[in-house]
C-alpha cells in the first residue's frame, strides 16, 4: 500500500520521517538546496537523493540509518510508502510557532504523526531514534495543531474526505478547541458557566489515538471499553500501546474483543507486554446462563451486523425470526469533583460498562451505541443551573460527539450525532448518522408541531424512549381515526384510549406467547401513545388500529411515515394483580373520608398474623407447600426467575414487579437507577446455593429439609420474619384480601350509568366474603389511584355486571357518562395507562362516604396567583433564530432549555409532596391551605408537559411556613423504604407535634399499634425459633461414615489409597472452614453478613465456593469425581456439626448446597432429578 503526503506549508518547517520498519520509503525534498538533493543514499550524513528507494535488503551500506529508521526532510516532500511499513511519524521543528499543539495523524490505515521538533534548524539532520511510536525523546515536544487553527495550511485530501459530515460547532478560532486529549485537561478547572456552550465535555477522547482505532476498524463495544477505563482514570490514551490494539483486533467482534478490554490494556501498561489470556467460551462457562443474561455483546454484534444490511432490521420482522435490536444500554453516571458550596462545581462523567436491557423505539431504529444515559445523582441537584449549562454543551466520546435532547427521572439522555470532533478526523460510521436537527425533526417534527407549546414538544421525546418490544406494522390504510367522546361540560371522557381489532390481538398474543388473552394493550403508533381496547364490531381479518386525537401527540406528514413509526410498541398488556397493599397516602384518604381506625388495625394484624402463621408452622407436608408459596410471594422468586431469563421483556410479559407500584411511570422508561436485580441475585452455580434468602430456603425445601431439623433453614426463616416484622412496623402496608388493581378505560359499549364500574378476571382471582373466588365484581367498591392528595381522589362507586362487556376481562371499566371524565376525580387521571386501586373489602366501603365533590373542582385561581405560565410556542421559541446553518446550535440550545429543563424541577415535586404531608399533619386533609398545596404539587408535577412554573415568591412563602420537618410516621416510613425524602428542615432531624386542638391522627396510631404488635411477634418468633435442639443430621453424615469403614477394610487387605484420599478431602475441608471462617465470619463481628450489599456477599461466597471446589488435586486420587463431591460436602456438614461451638455455621451451606440437598432428597427413599433448566420454570401457584 503506498501513501503519500504532501505539506504545502509555506512557512518552511524541517521535517523528518521516522519509520517502525526500514522497508520501502521514497521521498522527494524539491525545497532543499540542488547540493543538498544530489547527496547519495548510502552517505554517512543520512541524507538520500530524491529519487533513491531506502530498501533494507539493499547491498548498500546503511549502518547510519537506525531501526527505527530516521530520515530528515524540508517542507513540500513528498513521502511514499510500501506496505511493509508499519508505523510512521513525521517530525518538524517551527521556531517561530507558540501556539499550544496536539497531535495529528493522517486518516489513511498507516499512521503518521506530526511532531513539532525543539532542537535548532541546524541540528535538524541529524539522525534522531524514536524508541516507541507517539512518544518522541527528549529533543521533541509537542504536537502540532490538525489541521491549525488559522487557515494558513490545507490538507485538501482530509479536508474532501470530512465534507461529507458536519464539523462539530461552527466555531471561530478564538474558541477553544475541541481536539485535545482528554488527558490534556489537567489544567485547573475554570467554573462551570465560564465555558461556552460551544466547548466539548471531553469524556474520553484523544484525536491521534482516535485514528488509531480507526485504521484497526476496532468494533463500537472494544472503543467504549477502553473510553470507559479513560474515563475512570485507570488508563490514559497515551500508555496504550499499538500491539494491545493489535491483540484486540486479532479478536474481530465485540463478543471477543470487548470481555479482554481491560485484562490487555490494563496488563500491558504495567508490564509493557501483551497479556496472556484463557478465556472460557460463553458455552461451557460455568456461569453461562448468568453471564449471557446480561452480556450485551453478541447482542451488539448480531445488530450492528442486521444494520449495516439493512437500516430497518432492528425493528423486528425478521424473516423466521422473533428477533429485535435496540437492547444494549450504555449509561454513565455524573460525578463532581468539587463537592463544596464555596467553590465553583466541577463536572464529571464516568462511562459504565455496556448491558444487556430494555429495548426502545429510538434503540431499535438508530441502534443502540446512539444513545447514552448519564444519570444524575440526588446530590447534585442543588446544582441546577451549573448541570443545566453543562449538559447543553456536546459530549465527546471515543471520537463520537453527543448532544443531550431529554431529561427524565434525573436521567439525561444524548444522542450520537453526525458530527466530527474536528475537521482531521473523518469516520465513516459517524457520517451515517443525523445530526441532531435532523434527529429532532425525525421524532417531531418542527414545521408540523411549532404550534405545540415548547414544554409539551420537548416531553413528547419521552415516547420513543419508552420501554417497549415491536407488535405489528400496520399499513397506512389500517390507521383510522376516531373522535374523543365529549361531554356536554367539555371534558374529555375517552382521553387517551382508542381501539385495535381482534385480528390485530389475535397476532400479538401468538407472537408473544401471552399466557391470557389480552382485551387492551398500553402502546406507541406513529405520534400516539394510551391504550388500544379490543374493538366492540370490527371484525377485519387485517389488523387495524382506532386512534382517538386525545392520543395523537405529534402530527406527522400524511405520506411517508418512516416504518417504525407504522408499528404497534407494546409497552404492557392488561395484568391485574390482586391483594394489594395501601399505601399512607390511601390510608390517610380512607381515613379522613370515614373508615375508623380499628378496621385498619384490624387489617393490619391479620396481614402480620398470616405472615407469621405461614413462616412457623412447619409440622406437616401441607404446611411445608404453604411455607413454599409464601417464601416464593415474598422474594418475588418466579417474577425474578422470568426476568433472569428475559430482562428486557419483564414489562412487557407482565413479570416486572413494578407494573404494580402505583407511581408506575406513565412515559414507560425504565428508570436508570431502578437496576434489575437478576444481575445481582443469581444463584451460585458452582454451591447451589441461591442468592436470596427466600429462595435459599425454598431449595431447602425442595430437598427435604424441615426448620426443626435443619439449624441453618431456621436462621434463615427467623431472619426473613424478623425483616418482613420490621418492614410491618415501618412501612405501615395494611394488605386488603379484595383489593386489585387494574388499568382503567372508558366504557366502549355506552352501556354503565354515571358511578358504575365494571370488572371480570380471567382467571377468577377476586376473593369473596365467603373465602370462594370469582370472576366478576358485583356491589359497592372504593377507587383510588397515586397520587391521592385531595379528599375526592378516592371515589365510592357501584360495579355492576353488564353482559354487553362480558368479553372485556383483566381492565376496569369506567363509565363515560355524566359531566366530567370518571378517571379525573381519581387524581386528574386519564385512559393512556393509569392504573387505579379498586377495594371492595365490606368492612373500608361500608364506612367510606365520598367528600364533597367541591374539593375536586378545578381551581384556576390556585393556578393563576401561584404560577407563571410559560406557553410559548415552538414557533415563537426559535423565531428569534431562523433556521440555516449558521443557526443550528443556537436552535438547539433554545430547545434544551425544554428538552432537559426537568433538571430545574427535580427537588421541587418531592418537596411539595413534604409540605403537603406536613399540612394534612397539621390542620387537615380537608383544610384550604393543605387543598392549595394540593394542586400546587400536581401542577408541578405537570409542570415540564404543561409550561407552568411556581412564582418563586410563592415557593419561598411556602418553604418558610411548611418546610418545618418531619412527622414521626413519616421519618419511619422513609427509613423503612431505604430512602430519604427531600426537604431541607429534615436535615435538622426535626420532628413536627400534632396540634392538640385535632383528633389523632391515623398514621401516629397506626405506628403505634404496629410498634407494639411487631415488639410481640420478636418475642414470639424467638421462643419458636430457638428451642429446638441441635443434631448431628445421619443422613447428611452417611456419606463419609460409609465411606470411612469402606477405607478400613481395604486396609485391612494392605489397600491404603482410600484412606489417603479421605485425609486428602479431610486436609482440604479444614483450610477451607478456617477460610471461611475469616471471610466470612468476621464480617459478621462488624455487622451482619447479610447486611452486605448483595453483589458483595455473592463475590466473597463464589469465591469461597470455588476455593473449596478447586480442591483437592483429583488427578492423585483413586476416587471419582462424583464421589469427591459428595464425600467432600458430606465431611464439610460433619467437621463443622464438630468445630463450631453451636454445632452448625453456614460453611457446608455457602460451599456445597447443591451436594448436601442431593444426598438429603436421596436418603429419603423418594427423589425426582430435574436439571436446573426446567425446574426455573416449574411454579406452585396454589396447593392443593
Known amino acids: 500500500m503506498k501513501l503519500r503526503l504532501v505539506d504545502h506549508n509555506a512557512i518552511g518547517p524541517h521535517w523528518i520521517l521516522s519509520t517502525i520498519s526500514t522497508s520501502r520509503v521514497a521521498y522527494s525534498t524539491p525545497d532543499l538546496p540542488d547540493e543538498d538533493t544530489s547527496m547519495s543514499g548510502n552517505r554517512q550524513d543520512g541524507v538520500a537523493n530524491a529519487n533513491d528507494i531506502i530498501d533494507e535488503d539493499d547491498d548498500g551500506d546503511f549502518s547510519h540509518l537506525q531501526d527505527p529508521a530516521v530520515l530528515p526532510v524540508s517542507q513540500n516532500s513528498s513521502f511514499s510508502i510500501d506496505s511493509g511499513l508499519e508505523e510512521a511519524m513525521l517530525m518538524y521543528e517551527e521556531p517561530s510557532s507558540t501556539e499550544p499543539a496536539t497531535e495529528v495523524s493522517s486518516s489513511t490505515s498507516s499512521s503518521l504523526t506530526l511532531i513539532e521538533e525543539s532542537a535548532p534548524p ?135 474483543a470487548a470481555p479482554l478490554v481491560e485484562k490487555i490494556l490494563l496488563r500491558k501498561g504495567e508490564e509493557g507486554k501483551c497479556f496472556e489470556y484463557d478465556m472460557d467460551t460463553l458455552d461451557n462457562h460455568v456461569f453461562a446462563n448468568e453471564y449471557r443474561a446480561k452480556f450485551p455483546y453478541d447482542e451488539l454484534d448480531l445488530e450492528e451486523e442486521s444494520l449495516n444490511r439493512d437500516p430497518y432490521s432492528a425493528l423486528g420482522f425478521v424473516q423466521n425470526s422473533d428477533w429485535f435490536g435496540g437492547k444494549v444500554v450504555f449509561r ?418 355506552d352501556v354503565l350509568a354515571e358511578g358504575e364500574v365494571y370488572f371480570k378476571s380471567s382467571a377468577r382471582g377476586l376473593l369473596t366474603p365467603d373465602e370462594q373466588y370469582t370472576d366478576v365484581l358485583v356491589g359497592s367498591v372504593v377507587v383510588t389511584r397515586h397520587p391521592c392528595k385531595l379528599p375526592t381522589d378516592a371515589q365510592k362507586w357501584r360495579a355492576v355486571d353488564r353482559p354487553e362487556l362480558r368479553h372485556y376481562t383483566d381492565i376496569l371499566i369506567l363509565s363515560t357518562a355524566g359531566g366530567r371524565r370518571a378517571a379525573d376525580w381519581l387524581g386528574g387521571g386519564d385512559y393512556d395507562g393509569d392504573k387505579a386501586l379498586c377495594i371492595y373489602q365490606p368492612e373500608i366501603v361500608d364506612s367510606f362516604s365520598n367528600a364533597n365533590p367541591n374539593y375536586g373542582d378545578p381551581r384556576d385561581d390556585i393556578k393563576a396567583n401561584c404560577f407563571s405560565e410559560h406557553t410559548e410556542t415552538v414557533a415563537e421559541l426559535l423565531a428569534g433564530v431562523p433556521a440555516s446553518s449558521e443557526n443550528s446550535m443556537k436552535r438547539l440550545h433554545a430547545l434544551q432549555e425544554y428538552l432537559i429543563g426537568g433538571i430545574r424541577t427535580a427537588s421541587l415535586v418531592g418537596q411539595a409532596s413534604n409540605m403537603h404531608d406536613f399540612l394534612i399533619y397539621t390542620h387537615g386533609l380537608k383544610d384550604e391551605e393543605t387543598i392549595r398545596l394540593a394542586h400546587i404539587f400536581c401542577h408541578t408535577l405537570d409542570g415540564l408537559k404543561t409550561g407552568l412554573k411556581i412564582k418563586p415568591e410563592v415557593w419561598r412563602n411556602d418553604v418558610s411556613r411548611y418546610d418545618k420537618g418531619t412527622m414521626s410516621w413519616k421519618e419511619s416510613e422513609t427509613k423503612g423504604k431505604g430512602k430519604k425524602a427531600v426537604t431541607t428542615a429534615r436535615m435538622d432531624n426535626i420532628i413536627v407535634e400534632r396540634p392538640s386542638h385535632l383528633r389523632p391522627f391515623i398514621m401516629d396510631q397506626l405506628q403505634m399499634h404496629a410498634k407494639a404488635k411487631g415488639e410481640k411477634e420478636k418475642i414470639d418468633a424467638d421462643t419458636k425459633y430457638d428451642s429446638h435442639t441441635i443434631y448431628l443430621d445421619e443422613e447428611l453424615a452417611a456419606p463419609w461414615k460409609e465411606q470411612q469403614e469402606l477405607a478400613k477394610r481395604a486396609q485391612k487387605i494392605g489397600c491404603n489409597f482410600m484412606a489417603e484420599d479421605l485425609t486428602k478431602i479431610e486436609d482440604h475441608v479444614h483450610r477451607m472452614w478456617e477460610t471461611h471462617r475469616t471471610e466470612v465470619m468476621n464480617s459478621q463481628r462488624v455487622g451482619s453478613f447479610t447486611d452486605l450489599a448483595i453483589e458483595t456477599r455473592q463475590d466473597i461466597l463464589r469465591k469461597l465456593s470455588r476455593q473449596f471446589a478447586s480442591g483437592p488435586n483429583e488427578e492423585a486420587m483413586f476416587l471419582s469425581h462424583d464421589q469427591i463431591l459428595r464425600l467432600k460436602a458430606s465431611y464439610a456438614y460433619i467437621y463443622d456439626f464438630e468445630k463450631s461451638s453451636r454445632k452448625w455455621t453456614r460453611f457446608p451451606w455457602n460451599v456445597t448446597m447443591r451436594q448436601l440437598t442431593e444426598i438429603k432428597a436421596k436418603a429419603t427413599g423418594r427423589s425426582t432429578t430435574v436439571t436446573a433448566e426446567f425446574y426455573e420454570r416449574l411454579a406452585m401457584k396454589k396447593y392443593c
Open 122 to 256: 541546524d541540528e535538524i539532520s541529524k539522525p534522531v531514534t524514536i524508541t516507541e511510536v507517539g512518544k518522541p525523546v527528549s529533543t521533541f515536544s509537542r504536537a502540532i495543531t490538525f489541521p491549525p487553527r488559522t487557515e494558513r495550511r490545507n490538507w485538501s485530501t482530509v479536508s474532501a474526505s470530512a465534507s461529507s459530515s458536519s464539523f462539530l460547532g461552527k466555531r471561530s478560532a478564538s474558541e477553544a478547541s475541541i481536539s485535545q486529549d482528554s488527558r490534556a485537561s489537567k489544567a485547573p478547572r475554570q467554573e462551570e458557566l465560564c465555558h461556552s456552550l460551544h466547548d466539548p465535555v471531553l469524556v474520553a477522547y484523544s484525536r491521534s489515538f482516535q485514528q488509531w482505532i480507526a485504521a484497526r476498524k476496532l468494533p463500537w463495544g472494544v472503543e467504549w471499553e477502553i473510553a470507559r477505563l479513560v474515563s475512570m482514570g485507570k488508563i490514559k490514551y497515551d500508555t496504550v500501546q499499538m500491539s494491545a490494539l493489535d491483540e484486540l483486533k486479532k479478536q474481530g467482534t465485540n463478543a471477543k
Open 332 to 749: 454513565a453516571k455524573l460525578k463532581i469533583q468539587v463537592d463544596n458550596l464555596k467553590k465553583p462545581p466541577s463536572f464529571k462523567v464516568e462511562l459504565e460498562k455496556a448491558e444487556l436491557g430494555a429495548s426502545s423505539r429510538f434503540s431499535r431504529r438508530f441502534g443502540s451505541k446512539s444513545f447514552i444515559r448519564i444519570k444524575i445523582p440526588k446530590n447534585l441537584t442543588r446544582y441546577s443551573k451549573e448541570l443545566m449549562h453543562f449538559f447543553r454543551r456536546p459530549f465527546i466520546i471515543a471520537g463520537r460527539v453527543f448532544r443531550a435532547f431529554l431529561e427524565k427521572e434525573k436521567n439525561v439522555f444524548c444522542f450520537m450525532t453526525n458530527e466530527n470532533p474536528d475537521l482531521g478526523l473523518v469516520l465513516d460510521t459517524v457520517s451515517q448518522n443525523l445530526s441532531i436537527d435532523d434527529f429532532l425533526n425525525w421524532h417531531n417534527p418542527i414545521e408540523l408541531n411549532q404550534n405545540q407549546s415548547a414544554a409539551k414538544y420537548a416531553s413528547r421525546f419521552a415516547l420513543g424512549l419508552s420501554t417497549s418490544a415491536p407488535g405489528l406494522e400496520i399499513e397506512p390504510q389500517n390507521i383510522f381515526s376516531i373522535e374523543d367522546i365529549v361531554s356536554a361540560e367539555g371534558s374529555d371522557m375517552t382521553d387517551g384510549a382508542g381501539f385495535i381489532n381482534k385480528a390485530a390481538l389475535q397476532k400479538l398474543y401468538l407472537q408473544f406467547k401471552w399466557d391470557v388473552w389480552p382485551t387492551a394493550i398500553q402502546c406507541r403508533i406513529a405520534g400516539a401513545k394510551g391504550m388500544l381496547l379490543l374493538h366492540p364490531s370490527d371484525d377485519s381479518g387485517e389488523p387495524r388500529v382506532f386512534i382517538r386525537p386525545s392520543m395523537n401527540k405529534i402530527t406527522y406528514p400524511d405520506q411517508g411515515l418512516d416504518r417504525a413509526q407504522r408499528i404497534i410498541d407494546i409497552l404492557r398488556t392488561c395484568h391485574p394483580r390482586f391483594r394489594c397493599k395501601l399505601s399512607s397516602e390511601t390510608i390517610i384518604n380512607l381515613a379522613e373520608n370515614g373508615v375508623p381506625r380499628h378496621v385498619f388495625t384490624s387489617l393490619l394484624d391479620q396481614t402480620l398474623d398470616l405472615l407469621v402463621t405461614s413462616l412457623t408452622t412447619w409440622d406437616t407436608i401441607e404446611d411445608m407447600a404453604n411455607l413454599w408459596l409464601t417464601l416464593s410471594h415474598l422474594g418475588g422468586v418466579f417474577a425474578a426467575r422470568s426476568t433472569r431469563r428475559k430482562s428486557g421483556m419483564a414489562r412487557v410479559n407482565g413479570y416486572s414487579e413494578r407494573d404494580a407500584q402505583e407511581n408506575d411511570d406513565e412515559d414507560g422508561l425504565d428508570e436508570a437507577d431502578d437496576e434489575p436485580s437478576s444481575t445481582a441475585w443469581w444463584n451460585d452455580e458452582i454451591s447451589g446455593q441461591p442468592s436470596s434468602l427466600e429462595e435459599t430456603v425454598m431449595r431447602l425445601i425442595d430437598g427435604g429439609f424441615t426448620p426443626q431439623a435443619c439449624p441453618v433453614m431456621r436462621d434463615k426463616l427467623k431472619r426473613i420474619l424478623i425483616s418482613q416484622i420490621n418492614n410491618y412496623v415501618s412501612n405501615f402496608r395494611i394488605e386488603v384480601p379484595m383489593s386489585f388493581t387494574a388499568f382503567i378505560l372508558p366504557d366502549p359499549e
